[in-house]
């Protein structure tokens, strides 16, 4: 899920540079998703935070039902998709 870190790396990187270096609220993602999240986090992809609480300081919250994304600033769901 290398995909997955990568495309939540990039939403982080726009959203900055489109609200002047604020942070999302935080990514949200069904418990299969954080857990294939954190493989990667443990085979290396990213740095070393295993327990996937956080994504370059923005939190990680898990919650079924979600399609999985980012909470901007804002409120707005964005699909990484």
Known sequence: MANLYLSMTDALIRHWKANGNASPRKF????AQ???YVESRRLGIGGH???GSVHMDVPVEISEGTPGGMVAVDGTEVSLQ
């Open 49 to 51: 935070n295993v327990d």
């Open 34 to 36: 954080h857990k294939a």
């Open 28 to 31: 949200i993602y069904t418990p």
